[in-house]
C-alpha cells in the first residue's frame, strides 16, 4: 500500500476552499492508502515565531474542521509535527547535506520574503523551510504527497534531498523512495468579494461557520456585476456564486433553471442565492454535527496521542536507519 504524507500549518480556521480542495482529497485517499496527516507547527512558527500568539488554539481549530470534514483517526494519523520528535531530528540530519544555493533560489523563499514584509524572514530556520517539509515526507518513506500547485517546487527539492541522501549513503541502494506529487484539484472556491478566498481578504466562509452566518455571508456575496438591477440579465460564468454553485449544488435540472433564470433576468440574485445556501446547509449540517460532537467529547487530546503513536512507529524505524548509515555511535 502507498504511503501519503501531508501537513498543514496551524495558522488559523479553515474555509470552504481548503475543504474543496485538500480535505475532500485526503478524506477520499484515507481509504485506501497509508496516510499521515500532520498539524505542522514548527512550519507555522518559522513564520510567525515573534508571535506564536494562538499557535494551540489555532491547532486544535483545524484538528477539529478535519475531524468536521471526515478525516478519521481510525483510517488515518492525524498528530502534531511537534509531537513526533522525529521530524526535527531528520530535519537536522537533512541540513547536513543540502546546499545552501537549493534554498537560497528557492522561489518560494523568495516571494514570501517580498510579500510578508512585516514580518523578518531572514532567519536561518525559515531558509530551512523546505527542509523541514522534506523531513516531514522523508520520514514516512512517502510514496505520494497531495499539495498544491504552490507547493510544487518545495516537493521538487525533497526529491533531490531524497537523491542526495540515498547517493551518499544509500551504498546502491534506495533508504528514501522518491515522493511524487499528487496535485490536489482545486475548484475554483471564490469568497464573498469574488476573489480567491483567503483569510486575510476577510472574504472567507469557513468550515465552523455556523449556517445562520454562512447564510449572511452568501445573501451579501458580490455577483456578476452586469446585473446591476433585478432587470438586468446575467451571466452566471461571470458570477462567484456561480462557481459555488457548481461544487455545493448537484442537481442538475436545478442548475440549468438557475442559469438560464439567471440569463434572462427571470430569476433576481438573491433567489440564486437562496437556493445555494440550501445546498450549503445541507452539505455542512453534518461537518458540523461532527465537529461539535468532537468538541464536546474532550477526546482530543486521546486522538492526538493515537495519531503520535502511529507516526512514530514509522518514524523511529526510519531514524534509527538514519543514524545508522551516518555511523552515530548508539547506545
Ligand atoms: N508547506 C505546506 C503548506 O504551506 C505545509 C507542509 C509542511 C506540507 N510539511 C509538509 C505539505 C509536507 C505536504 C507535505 O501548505
Given at each position: 500500500?502507498?504511503r501519503?504524507f501531508?501537513?498543514?500549518?496551524?495558522?488559523?480556521?479553515?474555509?470552504?476552499?481548503?475543504?474543496?480542495?485538500?480535505?475532500?482529497?485526503?478524506?477520499?485517499?484515507?481509504?485506501?492508502?497509508?496516510?499521515?496527516?500532520?498539524?505542522?507547527?514548527?512550519?507555522?512558527?518559522?513564520?510567525?515565531?515573534?508571535?506564536?500568539?494562538?499557535?494551540?488554539?489555532?491547532?486544535?481549530?483545524?484538528?477539529?474542521?478535519?475531524?468536521?470534514?471526515?478525516?478519521?483517526?481510525?483510517?488515518?494519523?492525524?498528530?502534531?509535527?511537534?509531537?513526533?520528535?522525529?521530524?526535527?531530528?531528520?530535519?537536522?540530519?537533512?541540513?547536513?547535506?543540502?546546499?545552501?544555493?537549493?534554498?537560497?533560489?528557492?522561489?518560494?523563499?523568495?516571494?514570501?520574503?517580498?510579500?510578508?514584509?512585516?514580518?523578518?524572514?531572514?532567519?536561518?530556520?525559515?531558509?530551512?523551510?523546505?527542509?523541514?517539509?522534506?523531513?516531514?515526507i522523508l520520514l514516512y518513506k512517502s510514496h505520494?504527497?497531495?499539495?498544491?500547485?504552490?507547493?510544487?517546487?518545495?516537493?521538487?527539492?525533497?526529491?533531490?534531498?531524497a537523491?542526495?541522501?540515498?547517493?551518499?549513503?544509500?551504498?546502491?541502494?534506495?533508504i528514501f523512495p522518491?515522493p511524487?506529487?499528487?496535485?490536489?484539484?482545486?475548484?475554483?472556491?471564490?469568497?464573498?468579494?469574488?476573489?480567491?478566498?483567503?483569510?486575510?481578504?476577510?472574504?472567507?466562509?469557513?468550515?465552523?461557520?455556523?449556517?445562520?452566518?454562512?447564510?449572511?455571508?452568501?445573501?451579501?456575496?458580490?455577483?456578476?456585476?452586469?446585473?446591476?438591477?433585478?432587470?438586468?440579465?446575467?451571466?452566471?460564468?461571470?458570477?462567484?456564486?456561480?462557481?459555488?454553485?457548481?461544487?455545493?449544488?448537484?442537481?442538475?435540472?436545478?442548475?440549468?433553471?438557475?442559469?438560464?433564470?439567471?440569463?434572462?433576468?427571470?430569476?433576481?440574485?438573491?433567489?440564486?442565492?437562496?437556493?445555494?445556501?440550501?445546498?450549503?446547509?445541507?452539505?455542512?449540517?453534518?461537518?458540523?454535527?461532527?465537529?461539535?460532537?468532537?468538541?464536546?467529547?474532550?477526546?482530543?487530546?486521546?486522538?492526538?496521542?493515537?495519531?503520535?503513536?502511529?507516526?512514530?512507529?514509522f518514524?523511529?524505524?526510519t531514524?534509527?536507519?538514519?543514524?545508522?548509515?551516518?555511523?552515530?555511535?548508539?547506545?
Amino acid at each position: 500500500m502507498y504511503r501519503v504524507f501531508s501537513g498543514m500549518r496551524p495558522t488559523g480556521r479553515l474555509h470552504l476552499g481548503h475543504m474543496a480542495g485538500a480535505l475532500t482529497n485526503w478524506v477520499a485517499l484515507q481509504e485506501d492508502h497509508e496516510c499521515y496527516f500532520s498539524l505542522v507547527d514548527w512550519h507555522a512558527l518559522m513564520s510567525d515565531y515573534a508571535d506564536p500568539g494562538k499557535l494551540s488554539d489555532n491547532t486544535r481549530e483545524i484538528l477539529l474542521d478535519w475531524l468536521g470534514v471526515g478525516l478519521d483517526p481510525e483510517k488515518c494519523a492525524i498528530f502534531v509535527q511537534s509531537h513526533v520528535k522525529e521530524h526535527v531530528e531528520l530535519h537536522m540530519a537533512l541540513s547536513l547535506i543540502t546546499p545552501l544555493g537549493w534554498l537560497e533560489r528557492n522561489p518560494t523563499y523568495k516571494e514570501q520574503i517580498l510579500n510578508l514584509r512585516n514580518k523578518d524572514l531572514s532567519t536561518y530556520g525559515f531558509l530551512g523551510y523546505p527542509v523541514l517539509m522534506a523531513s516531514d515526507i522523508l520520514l514516512y518513506k512517502s510514496h505520494k504527497v497531495p499539495v498544491g500547485e504552490d507547493q510544487s517546487a518545495h516537493l521538487e527539492l525533497s526529491r533531490e534531498m531524497a537523491r542526495r541522501f540515498n547517493r551518499l549513503y544509500g551504498g546502491g541502494r534506495d533508504i528514501f523512495p522518491e515522493p511524487e506529487t499528487l496535485l490536489t484539484s482545486n475548484p475554483k472556491i471564490p469568497g464573498t468579494d469574488g476573489r480567491k478566498m483567503s483569510k486575510s481578504y476577510g472574504n472567507s466562509l469557513d468550515i465552523a461557520d455556523e449556517i445562520p452566518v454562512l447564510d449572511k455571508k452568501i445573501r451579501t456575496m458580490t455577483t456578476d456585476p452586469a446585473r446591476e438591477r433585478r432587470t438586468d440579465p446575467g451571466e452566471p460564468e461571470k458570477c462567484p456564486v456561480w462557481d459555488l454553485q457548481k461544487f455545493f449544488n448537484q442537481d442538475a435540472s436545478q442548475m440549468e433553471e438557475l442559469a438560464s433564470g439567471c440569463r434572462c433576468a427571470g430569476i433576481g440574485c438573491i433567489d440564486c442565492k437562496k437556493a445555494l445556501i440550501a445546498h450549503v446547509a445541507e452539505r455542512m449540517a453534518p461537518v458540523h454535527e461532527r465537529r461539535k460532537r468532537f468538541e464536546a467529547g474532550g477526546g482530543l487530546g486521546d486522538i492526538l496521542a493515537a495519531g503520535a503513536e502511529r507516526a512514530r512507529a514509522f518514524a523511529s524505524q526510519t531514524i534509527s536507519e538514519v543514524y545508522d548509515v551516518l555511523r552515530m555511535l548508539r547506545l
